[in-house]
Protein backbone atom coordinates (compact mmCIF):
# COMPACT_ATOMS: atom_id res chain seq x y z
CA UNK A 1 0.00 0.00 0.00
CA UNK A 2 1.46 3.51 -1.15
CA UNK A 3 2.98 5.28 2.26
CA UNK A 4 3.08 9.36 1.13
CA UNK A 5 6.06 11.38 2.56
CA UNK A 6 3.86 13.04 4.87
CA UNK A 7 3.41 9.58 6.85
CA UNK A 8 5.61 9.60 10.23
CA UNK A 9 8.96 7.95 9.60
CA UNK A 10 9.36 8.71 6.24
CA UNK A 11 10.94 11.40 3.33
CA UNK A 12 10.06 12.54 -0.15
CA UNK A 13 12.52 10.75 -2.45
CA UNK A 14 11.34 10.86 -5.98
CA UNK A 15 8.30 13.49 -7.23
CA UNK A 16 5.88 11.41 -9.74
CA UNK A 17 7.46 13.31 -12.79
CA UNK A 18 11.15 11.49 -11.92
CA UNK A 19 9.16 7.95 -11.29
CA UNK A 20 7.40 8.36 -14.50
CA UNK A 21 10.75 9.18 -16.31
CA UNK A 22 12.17 6.28 -15.04
CA UNK A 23 9.14 4.04 -15.59
CA UNK A 24 9.38 5.14 -19.27
CA UNK A 25 12.53 4.73 -19.99
CA UNK A 26 12.58 1.55 -18.27
CA UNK A 27 9.95 0.03 -20.22
CA UNK A 28 11.65 1.77 -23.64
CA UNK A 29 15.15 -0.12 -22.62
CA UNK A 30 12.93 -3.35 -21.89
CA UNK A 31 11.62 -3.25 -25.66
CA UNK A 32 14.98 -2.68 -27.02
CA UNK A 33 16.71 -5.68 -25.30
CA UNK A 34 13.92 -7.94 -26.16
CA UNK A 35 13.67 -6.92 -29.63
CA UNK A 36 17.34 -7.39 -29.70
CA UNK A 37 17.26 -10.63 -28.43
CA UNK A 38 14.59 -11.43 -30.84
CA UNK A 39 16.97 -10.93 -33.50
CA UNK A 40 19.76 -11.91 -32.85
CA UNK A 41 19.58 -15.62 -30.79
CA UNK A 42 18.05 -17.68 -33.73
CA UNK A 43 15.57 -19.87 -31.12
CA UNK A 44 13.82 -16.71 -30.56
CA UNK A 45 13.67 -15.58 -33.96
CA UNK A 46 11.75 -18.87 -35.02
CA UNK A 47 9.61 -18.35 -32.03
CA UNK A 48 8.66 -14.93 -32.81
CA UNK A 49 8.70 -14.41 -36.72
CA UNK A 50 7.96 -11.48 -38.35
CA UNK A 51 11.26 -10.32 -38.21
CA UNK A 52 10.56 -6.70 -40.02
CA UNK A 53 8.00 -5.78 -37.37
CA UNK A 54 10.90 -6.63 -34.64
CA UNK A 55 13.18 -4.69 -37.11
CA UNK A 56 10.46 -1.50 -36.78
CA UNK A 57 9.80 -1.64 -33.07
CA UNK A 58 13.44 -2.45 -31.93
CA UNK A 59 14.61 0.70 -34.50
CA UNK A 60 11.65 3.51 -32.99
CA UNK A 61 11.62 2.29 -29.38
CA UNK A 62 15.74 2.92 -29.69
CA UNK A 63 14.96 6.72 -31.49
CA UNK A 64 12.38 7.31 -28.22
CA UNK A 65 14.81 6.36 -25.73
CA UNK A 66 15.52 10.05 -24.52
CA UNK A 67 12.18 11.02 -24.94
CA UNK A 68 11.43 10.65 -21.24
CA UNK A 69 14.45 12.40 -20.20
CA UNK A 70 13.88 15.57 -22.76
CA UNK A 71 10.47 16.02 -21.42
CA UNK A 72 11.30 15.64 -18.03
CA UNK A 73 13.47 19.12 -18.65
CA UNK A 74 10.56 20.33 -17.33
CA UNK A 75 11.04 19.35 -14.02
CA UNK A 76 12.97 20.97 -11.56
CA UNK A 77 13.46 18.32 -9.42
CA UNK A 78 14.50 15.57 -12.19
CA UNK A 79 16.60 19.15 -13.36
CA UNK A 80 18.50 19.47 -9.66
CA UNK A 81 18.75 15.38 -9.32
CA UNK A 82 20.45 15.41 -13.05
CA UNK A 83 22.73 18.09 -11.52
CA UNK A 84 23.45 16.03 -8.43
CA UNK A 85 24.00 12.46 -10.67
CA UNK A 86 26.12 14.62 -12.32
CA UNK A 87 28.74 15.76 -10.01
CA UNK A 88 31.38 13.84 -7.88
CA UNK A 89 32.00 14.99 -4.38
CA UNK A 90 34.75 13.94 -2.16
CA UNK A 91 32.50 11.25 -0.33
CA UNK A 92 31.78 9.76 -3.71
CA UNK A 93 35.49 8.54 -3.66
CA UNK A 94 35.22 7.63 0.11
CA UNK A 95 32.38 4.86 -1.53
CA UNK A 96 34.07 3.87 -4.16
CA UNK A 97 36.86 2.88 -1.64
CA UNK A 98 34.84 1.45 0.82
CA UNK A 99 33.26 -1.31 -1.83
CA UNK A 100 36.42 -2.06 -2.63
CA UNK A 101 37.23 -2.70 1.03
CA UNK A 102 34.15 -4.33 1.56
CA UNK A 103 33.44 -1.62 4.34
CA UNK A 104 29.99 -0.87 5.28
CA UNK A 105 30.24 2.72 5.96
CA UNK A 106 29.54 4.20 2.52
CA UNK A 107 29.20 8.15 2.63
CA UNK A 108 26.63 9.18 -0.13
CA UNK A 109 24.46 12.06 -0.77
CA UNK A 110 20.79 11.15 -2.51
CA UNK A 111 22.44 9.47 -4.72
CA UNK A 112 25.67 7.20 -4.44
CA UNK A 113 28.60 6.93 -6.53
CA UNK A 114 27.66 3.46 -7.82
CA UNK A 115 24.61 4.91 -9.10
CA UNK A 116 26.55 7.86 -10.35
CA UNK A 117 28.72 6.12 -12.41
CA UNK A 118 25.54 3.88 -13.70
CA UNK A 119 23.60 6.85 -14.86
CA UNK A 120 26.74 8.52 -16.77
CA UNK A 121 27.69 4.82 -18.27
CA UNK A 122 24.30 4.15 -19.56
CA UNK A 123 24.04 7.75 -21.01
CA UNK A 124 26.49 7.52 -22.69
CA UNK A 125 25.92 4.04 -24.04
CA UNK A 126 22.10 4.81 -25.19
CA UNK A 127 23.97 8.08 -27.24
CA UNK A 128 26.69 5.40 -28.74
CA UNK A 129 23.97 2.90 -29.42
CA UNK A 130 21.53 5.84 -31.51
CA UNK A 131 24.65 6.84 -33.49
CA UNK A 132 25.34 3.22 -34.24
CA UNK A 133 22.15 2.35 -34.87
CA UNK A 134 21.14 5.06 -37.45
CA UNK A 135 24.16 4.62 -39.56
CA UNK A 136 23.08 0.46 -39.62
CA UNK A 137 19.07 2.08 -40.12
CA UNK A 138 20.05 4.23 -42.80
CA UNK A 139 22.83 2.74 -45.05
CA UNK A 140 23.83 5.79 -46.90
CA UNK A 141 24.69 8.08 -44.13
CA UNK A 142 28.53 6.83 -44.28
CA UNK A 143 30.40 4.13 -46.58
CA UNK A 144 30.41 0.47 -45.74
CA UNK A 145 33.31 0.41 -43.46
CA UNK A 146 31.80 2.47 -41.45
CA UNK A 147 28.42 0.57 -41.51
CA UNK A 148 30.78 -2.45 -40.96
CA UNK A 149 32.11 -1.04 -37.70
CA UNK A 150 28.89 0.42 -36.40
CA UNK A 151 27.45 -3.10 -36.69
CA UNK A 152 30.21 -4.36 -34.61
CA UNK A 153 29.93 -1.55 -32.12
CA UNK A 154 26.14 -1.88 -31.69
CA UNK A 155 26.22 -5.27 -31.25
CA UNK A 156 28.92 -5.56 -28.13
CA UNK A 157 27.86 -2.45 -26.78
CA UNK A 158 24.11 -4.38 -26.75
CA UNK A 159 25.56 -6.70 -24.38
CA UNK A 160 27.33 -4.85 -22.32
CA UNK A 161 24.60 -2.87 -21.64
CA UNK A 162 22.06 -5.88 -20.84
CA UNK A 163 24.73 -7.62 -18.68
CA UNK A 164 24.74 -3.69 -16.77
CA UNK A 165 20.90 -3.26 -16.84
CA UNK A 166 21.11 -7.37 -15.07
CA UNK A 167 23.42 -6.19 -12.23
CA UNK A 168 21.18 -3.17 -11.61
CA UNK A 169 18.31 -4.83 -11.56
CA UNK A 170 20.22 -7.46 -9.26
CA UNK A 171 20.79 -4.92 -6.70
CA UNK A 172 17.44 -3.14 -6.78
CA UNK A 173 15.93 -6.85 -6.40
CA UNK A 174 18.30 -6.86 -2.58
CA UNK A 175 16.92 -3.09 -1.70
CA UNK A 176 12.95 -3.77 -1.09
CA UNK A 177 13.15 0.23 0.40
CA UNK A 178 15.07 1.83 -2.72
CA UNK A 179 12.14 0.17 -5.06
CA UNK A 180 9.49 1.15 -2.95
CA UNK A 181 11.07 4.79 -3.40
CA UNK A 182 10.22 4.25 -6.76
CA UNK A 183 7.27 2.97 -6.29
CA UNK A 184 5.45 5.61 -4.17
CA UNK A 185 7.96 8.60 -4.09
CA UNK A 186 8.72 8.20 -0.10
CA UNK A 187 11.43 5.94 2.00
CA UNK A 188 11.51 5.46 5.73
CA UNK A 189 14.28 7.64 7.64
CA UNK A 190 16.51 5.26 8.78
CA UNK A 191 17.24 3.74 5.51
CA UNK A 192 17.70 6.89 4.22
CA UNK A 193 19.63 7.98 7.21
CA UNK A 194 21.72 3.97 6.38
CA UNK A 195 22.31 4.21 2.56
CA UNK A 196 22.49 8.36 2.13
CA UNK A 197 24.07 9.48 5.29
CA UNK A 198 24.86 12.89 3.88
CA UNK A 199 21.50 13.69 1.78
CA UNK A 200 19.27 16.29 3.64
CA UNK A 201 16.20 15.44 2.44
CA UNK A 202 14.68 18.88 4.48
CA UNK A 203 17.03 20.92 1.83
CA UNK A 204 15.74 19.06 -1.15
CA UNK A 205 11.63 20.20 -0.36
CA UNK A 206 12.63 23.64 0.32
Same mark, same amino acid.
Not at 139 to 156: E, I
Given at each position: ????? /? &?? !? %? ?33 ? +? ?8 V? &? ?11 P????? !? +?????? /? ?7 A ?22 N ?28 L ?5 R ?18 ? !? ?10 ? %? ?27
Amino acid at each position: MPRPA /D &TP !G %RVARFTPAERWIHRGTAALMTVCLVTAACLYYPPL +SELVGRRRLVV &TVHEWCGLALPVPVLLGL !G +SRAFRA /DLSRLNRFAPYDREWLRAVLRRSYRRPAGKFNAGQKLYASWTAGAVLVMMGTGLLMWFTHLAPLAWRTGATFVHDWLTLALAVVLF !GHIRMALKDPEA %RLGLRTGSVDEGWAAREHPDWDPQRDAR
